[in-house]
């Protein structure tokens, strides 16, 4: 399995891996050969983002919230196409004069999904880091 698993990563890209993994969550890891990873996150983080989306009424992801933004972007293209979504209607706040009840709620939900996505785009890389510096000492006929 060990052999496997480096032979799969021997050609990868830790740069792709990250790239893939903050687009769409899990991707890092379907690249690498973690496809039941991959899985597992990308069906996590996108439930929690939906979750988050549908308790804000899909006005949770808003560009001019900049610390929560950031944190919420990081899950990748659901949250994008939902803050350009939000951005196009010209929603810069919860609706005046509104109450939302659970729209703070669902801003925690897209950040923390966000936050998770970032955390496995950094475990994609550092894999992928860590294996092409393992095969690479084992062609050079060094110790491991």
């Given at each position: ?14 740069v ?12 890092g ?13 990308c069906?996590?983080?996108?439930v ?10 899909g ?27 939000a ?6 706040d ?5 109450f ?5 709620i ?11 996505n ?18 690479a ?8």
């Open positions: 399995m060990a052999q496997e698993t480096e032979r799969l990563l021997e050609h990868r890209d830790p792709v891996a990250l790239i893939g993994a903050l687009v769409i969550p899990g991707g890891h379907l690249y690498i050969g973690q496809a039941r990873k991959a899985f597992i996150l069906i996590v983080i996108n929690t983002i939906l979750a988050g989306l549908w308790m804000g009424h006005q949770d992801i808003i560009m001019q919230r900049v610390p929560w933004f950031i944190a919420e972007i990081g899950g990748g293209i659901v949250p994008l196409v939902a803050a350009l979504r951005s196009r209607l010209g929603i810069v919860a609706p005046a004069g509104q939302i009840p659970l729209y703070d669902g801003t925690v939900y897209c950040a923390v999904a966000g936050m998770l970032m955390l496995a785009a950094i475990n994609a890389l550092a894999i992928t880091v860590d294996t092409n510096a393992e095969i000492r084992r062609r050079r006929g060094g110790a491991t």
